[in-house]
């Protein structure tokens, strides 16, 4: 549980798309005070890997997958002007899809 409230806290923290909640959240604590010309700005991408099942290859490789797509889809949402489609890409080759993510992210000079 500690785990979980420290990624949240920190990504709200890091964030740009919490930037406009950044009073909202965290007025009155020590990370307020302190100003950090560095809060919320950058972007993150989340992923959750605790779905990922190790039964069998197939299995492995497909629900990695689906935890990375997760991951971009989320991060498509939050910042509405990251274009980027997988659909057509290989459901069991995650390593492409970051790879292809991370390349249309930077050049699109929002990095």
Do not use: W
Not at 26 to 39: A, E, Q, R, V, W
Not at 71 to 80: L, M, V
């Amino acid at each position: 549980m500690a785990n979980l409230l420290l990624s949240v806290c920190l990504s709200a923290t890091t964030d740009i798309s919490y930037q406009d909640r950044y009073d909202e959240l965290f007025s009155g604590t020590k990370i307020y005070d302190l100003n950090l010309p560095t809060h919320n700005s950058y972007h993150v991408i989340n992923f959750d890997f605790s779905a990922v099942s190790t039964g069998n290859l197939n299995k492995l490789l497909t629900s990695f997958f689906v935890a990375v797509a997760d991951g971009i889809r989320d991060f498509k949402r939050r910042y509405k002007d990251f274009v980027f489609d997988y659909s057509d890409i290989d459901k069991t080759d995650a390593a492409t899809v970051m790879s292809d993510c991370k390349r249309m992210f930077l050049s699109k000079g929002t990095a």
